[in-house]
């Protein structure tokens, strides 16, 4: 085991994969709802007046009276719910299942007609549904440039002509930010798994592709160990013109004070609307 361990230790190759994910694992997933839920917090989500003030830029600048709105990774439903009150019809996918269960109960109480489809993003096949997209929380840099690709076709397919396709990525700027660094957390119980364990924690970059991982080795009581791998992708305007151009989409603008510099997600992002 131990030798295995050490292995995942070293700087692996680009967009080489973990041996696990968090999105349905029982423990995490529940975990992950605490911090999308958090309004003190904004490891998950955004803060709840950094949504507000997204929604509000969202609906006053690229929504008119019941447009249909799609929300990829919608979560719990932060954005979809808001969206919702303002009288739109939204679609919310996410690939959390406990997520989605929980956004399915709060829009039922709250009277608010929202689909929610527990699926991967990845697999949606909607054409021309949409009026506006909405993938936030810097998504689209999580993902290999292949599966980003396949999303972005997706998504042009899904929206109806003269739509549009709202997202966010990290900029050029966030790698100044960027420090290679290794921590190390032995617990009786956190956020990675229930009884004693130990976690190693890792990030690497990858200047020339412009990509920073973030490693997790968790180590249990038990003998077993899992590998974590998340991967964000930071974009400059000409990368994302690039990216989009070959996706089909048009009239490419980029917004740099959405969300202002409030917490951590917020600082060097960049908004893009985009057209079909």
Sequence with gaps: MFKELIKYTGKPALYA???ANFWDDQHMSKQLLKAHLNPNWDAASRKPATIDKTVAWVNDNYLTAGSRVLDLGCGPGLYAERLARLGHSVTGVDFSKRSIEYARESSQEQGLAIEYVYKNY??????????LVLLVYCDLGALVDVDRDLLLQKIHAAIKPGGVFIFDVFTDDFSATVVEKQSWELTDDGFWAEGAHCVLEQSFHYPEEKVLLSQSILMRADGTHDLY????????????TKVLNASGFTGHRFFYDVIGETD???QKV????THK
Excluded at 122 to 130: A, M, N, P, R
Excluded at 270 to 273: D, E, L, N, R, S
């Design 17 to 19: 994969k973990g041996t």
């Design 264 to 266: 951590f997600a917020s």
């Design 229 to 240: 791998r998340i991967y964000d992708h930071y974009y400059g305007e000409a990368d994302l």
């Design 270 to 273: 960049v908004f893009t609307a």
């Design 122 to 131: 990845l697999e949606i096949d909607y054409h021309e549904q949409f009026d």
